[in-house]
């Protein structure tokens, strides 16, 4: 698949400790993208962060870890196939009832190949 030209960036902020039916939910998201055909998506794990609810910051210090860091996903794709997973997305926070964030902006995807 290549890709070029101008698509969507989709960042889905979410924490450590969520989970989706006994499995973390930054894995569920990731199979899920596959599955649904999208370019790809990255898991990056924060050092540091808290959220709408959050009274605390959760860190990584080594006096203060945390076993519930910020996570963010990212999965860049044409607007169509993104527009597309939003459903997707939707369906499993309701029913996971956790916290999060997703934002969406346009990009520029200067080269999308796969390897040899």
Known sequence: MKLSGEGKLLRIFLGESDHYKHQSLYDVIVLKAREKGLAGATVFRGVEGYGAASRVVHT?????????LPLLIEIVDTEEKILAFLPVLDEIFEEVGCGGMITMEKVDIIKYTPGK
């Open 60 to 68: 990584a210090k080594i006096l203060r870890l945390s076993e519930d």
